[in-house]
């Protein structure tokens, strides 16, 4: 585990999957990342690489052979390397292994950092390609991050006073997924999105994912908790925005992504897939966001 901080948030890093397990206020003590309750849902924040969702079948064809492939790819369940780590910021690295090439058949060199600043975190995906052919790739965040509930008329679990808000407000192509978690593009329309509120059936069929611009905001609102959480992102053209149904956790995650899941009638080659991303021969790309915790 390593631990960086500033004079306001600490935050912890597991080696495994390079992922954020924890992110406090350095003053109150308040954990802002959900805790990974295994009832609900285990993880904290992984990180999605080779892939963003699941491909059809769990498989895929390039160069006339089969791979088979997990939804989300296997970065988030693998050992990092730990780079650099200074007091505020940190950087781990993951390579391509006869391992990942069973599922994966291009070189790579991926690269994770995490930087502080105030109550700002950046996080900085580095793609770099050391082959000769170019590569194919999506990558994408998966921060959850707590928020405040209560008891409905029934007794259960429900959000309380939690909103998602798109700034600037416009209309923003809504993607739907199937029951598979695959993404149905012939179904895409351009909704207005404001200032949204969230309950747990805003999840009955699954992620909310839209396509966003370069200078689209995504806030989570918890008003309850006078607070805001703002996440910006570059070179990251989808967001998604999450929490389990039926089950009713206390966390909504704020996923933005460069890629998407298999649309529903892809034949599965990976060259052609929908919104993946291609690096040529020795090149570097670098995806990042920011998440800023803004107290009300």
Not at 27 to 48: M, S
Not at 123 to 130: K, T
Not at 267 to 291: C, F, M, W
């Amino acid at each position: 585990m390593v631990t960086i901080s500033n004079d306001d948030l600490i935050v912890e890093i597991s080696l495994e999957g390079a992922e954020l397990t924890s992110i406090k206020d350095a003053k109150t003590g308040h954990e802002y990342l959900w805790q990974g309750d295994p009832a609900f849902w285990k993880r904290h924040a992984p990180v999605l690489f080779p892939n963003v969702g699941r491909v059809k079948d769990d498989q895929y064809q390039f160069d006339g052979k089969t791979y088979h492939i997990s939804q989300h790819g296997f970065a988030r369940d693998m050992a990092f390397t730990e780079q650099m780590v200074t007091s505020n910021s940190a950087t781990f690295n993951l390579k391509s292994s006869p391992e990942t090439l069973e599922k994966y058949p291009f070189e790579f060199s991926f690269q994770i950092t995490y930087i502080l600043h105030d109550n700002q975190i950046t996080v900085s995906y580095e793609i770099l390609n050391p082959s000769d052919d170019v590569i194919y790739y999506s990558v994408g965040g998966h921060p959850a991050f707590n928020v405040s509930q209560t008891k409905d008329e029934k007794g259960h679990d429900e959000f309380d006073q939690i909103y998602v808000q798109f700034s600037p407000q416009g209309q923003y192509l809504h993607i739907p997924l199937t029951k598979d978690g695959l993404v149905r593009l012939d179904a895409a329309k351009y909704e207005s999105v404001t200032k949204e509120a969230l309950t747990h059936k805003s999840f009955k069929n699954d992620a909310l994912i839209y396509q966003i611009g370069k200078q689209t905001e995504v806030s989570l609102i918890d008003e309850a908790a006078g607070l805001e959480i703002l996440v910006k992102s570059s070179r990251m053209p989808f967001v998604g925005v999450w929490s389990p149904y039926p089950k009713r956790a206390g966390f909504v995650c704020i996923e933005p992504w460069a890629g998407l899941a298999d649309d529903e009638h892809s034949d599965g080659d990976y060259v052609s897939k929908y919104a993946s991303q291609s690096l040529g021969p020795n090149e570097i790309r670098t995806h990042d966001y920011t998440i800023d915790f803004i107290k009300r």
